[in-house]
């Protein structure tokens, strides 16, 4: 898994590119912490380039959401495939981040 940021606007839009899997999903904790930590209050992950997420990076994302619900910030999924979208709704994690069908999208939310 590689991990590309850009900043657009006020927001920070973490690309994710590869699988989320247990053995990849510290680094984007990692990344999206270190963001939270200097005080970014707006980040977008985009997954247009993720074709699978495993129950630890489910897990992960879950976290990240929570984190930045207490940090008083906003966290989005953008971009998921068919497949990681109904994931995302069956586990219910689409309650706590919300989704956008393009990044484009998730950045005019915020």
Known sequence: MNL?????????VIR?????TVTDRAELETMVGH?????????????SATPYID???LAALAAM???MRAAAG???AAALDDDLRALMEL???DAILPL???TDEAVARL
């Open 4 to 12: 590309v940021k850009e900043e657009r606007g006020a927001a920070l």
């Open 16 to 20: 994710v590119v590869g699988q989320l």
């Open 35 to 47: 963001a939270i930590d200097a005080g970014q209050r707006r980040i977008v992950l985009d997954f």
């Open 55 to 57: 129950s630890s990076g």
């Open 65 to 67: 959401a929570r984190r």
């Open 74 to 76: 906003e966290l989005h």
């Open 91 to 93: 586990t219910k994690l």
């Open 100 to 102: 956008a069908a393009t």
